[in-house]
């Protein structure tokens, strides 16, 4: 096979070993083994290959460690080797790979301190590292201010890394997806997160997920690496609406998300977020949190997704609430939340009552505890806090209520000051009264012809 430019052989029962021959091929540019029962180590053969740029070998019973001796002059773009059983240290050399945009090594049992900083891969759109055993401060992880990074999707879900949310990770001005749920992050939510620019305003999204070029790729002419590109790369398992969902590549290019869920932070929850107009989920939930929920939080109005459970949030539900009309999954249990629960819009269709359990201060629909009369539940009016459709709505009825009157007054007005004009219309109408009056006789005398004519013929 000396012109074999892909190999797409997944979703089959195939086991062995990876083929080493196979690597060392110099026309192979696409390799995808995923979704069988291949097992042994990952060939270091792998590191000869100049020209392999899609590397699929995810959900196999693969061991060992992953070889650690990858160049700068290799192709790589897009690399999975997740679903393992892979272990040992993450291979530093992978940094050298200056044209990778995707690395999927998540659920496996790699394991001990990350010597790596995501400033080293300057090409990188999706890192997903989840499900492992990684330690290590996320500090020294991110290496610093990043600068322009293409980094779309961080996933590091359950590891070991601790430490402070570095503010160096608001300087990912492309990302839409950050999940560092189930780690031992301490400190406080940096403020700066409330100015992710994708999830301000969604409009500077890019839909390419970092494969823009790759249709250019001269010898990518394969139907089989359009598939591959285009459709059945590496899909993501998020936490969503309180259950997993995995995204694959349709989706995933128009999902924004942030999850802290399963931390030890503390502190309250910035006013900042409530600049994140265009994030659809945020899950803060199982940490140390405590204040009040963001007064305005009402703004984030393409909100799907909203979990600050098993807090220590105090105060009351913020009337804003109800103006997050996209909202279809709320939990905020077992915190110190209190007063009467929001009656209004969007509220009343969300009715589990245990989005609002372990709240013993909390009173009304949808708990079974009534509120008093001195805190009966306040009634959203039509067009309080940021809805901004509602007032869209009373902007047109005053429009149309001023053009009616102009209308009316100009009219009416011009007749009750002009004496002239005044005389000219009743004369008008009189005019038009008699010319109705004399139609009407005529038609009259002259339907009583034709039927007295009709009985004259019989």
Not at 249 to 278: A, H, M, Q
Not at 314 to 343: A, E, H, Q, V
């Amino acid at each position: 096979m000396p012109t074999l430019q892909g190999l797409y052989l997944a979703n089959n029962l195939i086991n062995g070993s990876v083929p080493k021959s196979l690597c060392n091929l110099q026309t192979l540019e696409a390799l995808d083994f995923s979704n069988n029962m291949l097992s042994g180590n990952i060939p270091k053969s792998l590191c000869n290959s100049k020209y392999l740029i899609f590397l699929d070998l995810s959900k196999n019973m693969l061991s060992g460690s992953i070889p650690n001796c990858w160049r700068n002059d290799q192709s790589f773009k897009f690399i999975n080797l997740s679903s393992n059983n892979l272990s040992g240290l993450f291979p530093s050399t992978m940094a050298r790979l200056s044209f990778l945009s995707e690395l999927h090594l998540n659920n496996n049992s790699l394991h001990r301190e990350l010597h790596v900083t995501l400033k080293n891969f300057t090409s990188l759109v999706v890192l997903d590292l989840g499900e492992n055993k990684f330690s290590g401060n996320l500090t020294s992880i991110i290496g610093g201010e990043i600068g322009n990074h293409s980094l779309k999707v961080l996933r590091l879900r359950k590891n070991l890394i601790s430490g402070y949310i570095p503010s160096e990770l608001c300087f990912l001005s492309q990302l839409q997806i950050l999940d560092l749920t189930d780690n031992k992050l301490t400190g406080r939510i940096p403020p700066c997160f409330g100015k992710f620019p994708i999830m301000v305003n969604a409009t500077q999204l890019s839909h390419d997920m970092g494969h823009e070029d790759w249709d250019q790729e001269p010898s990518m002419g394969l139907l089989l690496w359009r598939y591959i590109v285009h459709w059945d790369l590496a899909p993501l398992m998020e936490v969503v609406k309180g259950r997993y969902l995995e995204y694959i590549r349709i989706t995933l290019r128009l999902e924004i998300s942030i999850d802290l869920s399963s931390n030890n932070l503390i502190g309250s929850i910035p006013e900042e977020l409530i600049f994140l107009k265009d994030l659809h989920n945020l899950n803060l939930s199982w940490n140390y949190l405590s204040g009040n929920i963001p007064e305005k939080i009402g703004q984030m109005e393409n909100l799907e997704s909203l979990d600050f459970s098993k807090n220590d949030l105090s105060g009351i539900i913020p009337n804003s609430m109800s103006s997050l009309t996209k909202l279809s999954y709320l939990n905020l249990s077992y915190n110190n939340l209190s007063r009467p629960i929001l009656i209004g819009y969007q509220l009343q269709t969300l009715e589990d009552p245990t989005m609002y359990a372990g709240n013993p201060q909390l009173c009304g629909v949808p708990l079974l505890k009534k509120c008093s009369n001195d805190t009966l539940p306040p009634t959203i009016t039509k067009f309080k806090g940021n809805d901004e459709g509602a007032l869209k709505i009373m902007w047109f009825y005053v429009v149309v209520m001023l053009g009616f009157a102009t209308g009316f007054w100009g009219v009416v007005g011009s007749l009750f000051f002009v004496k002239n004009w005044r005389y000219a219309y009743f004369q008008w109408m009189d005019d038009v009264q008699h010319w109705i009056l004399v139609v009407i006789t005529l038609k009259v005398a002259r339907f009583k012809k034709m039927f007295n004519g009709d009985r004259d013929d019989q």
